[in-house]
Structure formats: C-alpha cells, structure tokens
C-alpha cells in the first residue's frame, strides 16, 4: 500500500531530489524504508526520470567509511553513486550558495539541508523526497516526507 502512494506520487513528477537520507536507508537496506527506496531508484532508472542531490550527500554518505577507515567501502559507494543513470550530482556554487541563505534565513534550516534544499529549486526539481518534515516550509517543490508515505 505504501509503496502504491510512493508510485502514485512519483509518477507526477519528471524530476526529483533526494535528501542523503533516502541514499542512507537504500544503502544500510533499512527494513522500514528499503521498499520505499527501491521503488524511488527503481523510478529514476526508467527513461525520461531525472534525479538530483547536492554533492553534499555523498560528503555525508562517505563520513562513515572514512571514519572506520574502511576505504574499500568508500571507493564502493562513490563507484555506485557517481555512475547510477539518471541522477545528477550537483556542486554547490555561488548561485546555489546564495540560494541555500535565502532558505536557511527564511525558513531555519541548517546549512546542510538549505544547500539540499536549494539544489532542489536551481535544478527545477518538482518533488523532495526525504524523511525531515522542515523541507515542506520550503515553496517550490513538493516534499514527500517518507514516514508520512508510509
């Protein structure tokens, strides 16, 4: 059932976000969301589906492999990361900065998710997918918060 209104909400949209999040739950094969986050990667892949995320999110996926000293781990995640179809890793640069401090100044947002956030707007992406209810302050973008999918 939830994974019919995860696809039901997807199919609106062309081009998606993603919070680090939905890459953490995917990669740890979290049992609450590991239906939910194949259903969006699943997603992604079909032709004509776009996704986004700062660069941002693969600092924060690496935090723990590098911290364990676990490099093989490390080079596994950005092989599969940086070559998944469809997905769009965007570096922050002035324009996203600037847009990442209009969104904490307006809405309270920590600098990560603001940068998070405005990647989302500069890169035209319709929805947000993340578990952090805070996105939905944000106008410009939908935000599918998983636990309220779920």
Not at 36 to 55: L, M, R
Not at 104 to 127: F, I, N, S, V
Request: zero cysteines.
């Amino acid at each position: 059932m939830a994974v019919d209104r995860l696809r039901s909400n997807l199919r609106k949209h062309s081009r998606i976000a993603l919070d680090t999040s939905v890459f953490i739950y995917q990669i740890e094969n979290n049992p609450r969301y590991v239906a939910a986050t194949d259903q969006i990667f699943s997603y992604i892949q079909q032709a004509g589906h776009q996704a986004v995320t700062s660069a941002i999110t693969l600092t924060e996926l690496l935090v723990h492999p590098y911290r364990s000293r676990d490099l093989q781990r490390a080079d596994e995640f950005y092989a599969v990361l940086a070559t998944f179809p469809n997905l769009e890793w965007v570096a922050v640069d002035l324009h996203i900065a600037d847009t990442a401090a209009q969104v904490r100044g307006l809405h309270g947002l920590k600098t990560p998710d603001a940068l998070q956030a405005a990647t989302a707007l500069q890169r035209q992406a319709t929805a947000f997918i993340t578990n952090d209810p805070a996105f939905s302050r944000i106008a410009g973008f939908e935000t599918l918060v998983l636990d309220d999918l779920l």
